[in-house]
């Protein structure tokens, strides 16, 4: 069964960090894609990043970020560990949001659907 | 950024209608699209894949179909469970983007 388990949310205050963790099981880990989406409670999903897999030479941990993002956020990924992270620099009121790690069916960062999620963690931006 | 609009914001429905929501993109995806159904405190769960594909475990009521940049879910009869609010996403190029959202309701 493939299973998702964020961890790493909390309170923290504005310009500081945060490192999201997303232990996964179930899978063979270094053949897929990986993403995390957010959630503003009670509002849409937003795609924040991904990175693909880490198995073969083609396109191996290339990443993407919103541009939203872009120049705070890092993804990462540890496959001894099987697992993802989102560190998370220069933090903003506006990244306060419900973070999901997700699987993508495939190896690569597009083209490939999303079909597993975690539960998410919440994070909260406030002075 | 590929746009997506789905409409309705809302809908409210009995038990046992047919039930349609619709997406459109701002530009060609192939059929590089999800839906998903959030309950409450939930994650996404995914219910169709590649635009008209049903993904293991799912219901049957449930569909998707897709006319160029068009794309419509269905649920052929709502049951009580339906309830939720349900997502459209592409997933042709980054970023990966999402319709608004419609929360369906019983009437």
């Known amino acids: 069964e493939v299973q998702l388990v964020e961890s790493g949310g909390g309170l923290v205050q504005p310009g500081t960090s945060l490192r999201l963790s997303c232990a996964a099981s179930?899978?063979?880990?270094?053949?897929?894609?990986l993403h995390w989406v957010r959630q503003v409670r009670g509002k849409g999903l937003e795609w924040v990043s991904g990175?693909?897999?880490?198995?073969?030479?083609?396109?191996?941990?290339?990443?993407g970020y919103a541009d939203s993002v872009k120049g705070r956020f890092t993804i990462s990924r540890d496959s001894a560990k099987n697992s993802l992270y989102l560190q998370m620099n220069s933090l903003r009121a506006e990244d306060t949001a419900f973070y999901y790690c997700v699987r993508a069916s495939g190896y690569y960062i597009e083209r490939y659907h999303l079909d597993y999620w975690g539960q998410g963690t919440l994070v909260t931006v406030s002075s | 950024d590929i746009q997506m609009t789905q409409s309705p914001s809302s809908l409210s429905a009995s038990v046992g209608d047919r039930v349609t929501i619709t997406c459109q993109a701002s530009?060609?995806?192939?059929?590089?699209l999800n839906w998903y159904q959030q309950k409450p405190g939930k994650a996404p769960k995914l219910l169709i894949y590649?635009?008209?594909n049903l993904e293991t475990g799912v219901p049957s009521r449930f569909s998707g179909r897709q006319s160029g940049t068009h794309f419509l879910f269905t649920i052929s009869s709502l049951q009580p469970e339906d309830i939720a609010t349900y997502y459209c996403q592409q997933y042709q190029n980054l970023p990966y983007t999402f319709g608004q959202g419609t929360k369906l309701e019983i009437k």
């Open positions: 590649d635009a008209s």
């Open positions: 990175i693909s897999w880490t198995s073969g030479s083609w396109n191996s941990g290339r990443t």
């Open positions: 530009h060609d995806i192939s059929n590089y």
């Open positions: 179930g899978f063979n880990f270094d053949d897929y894609a």
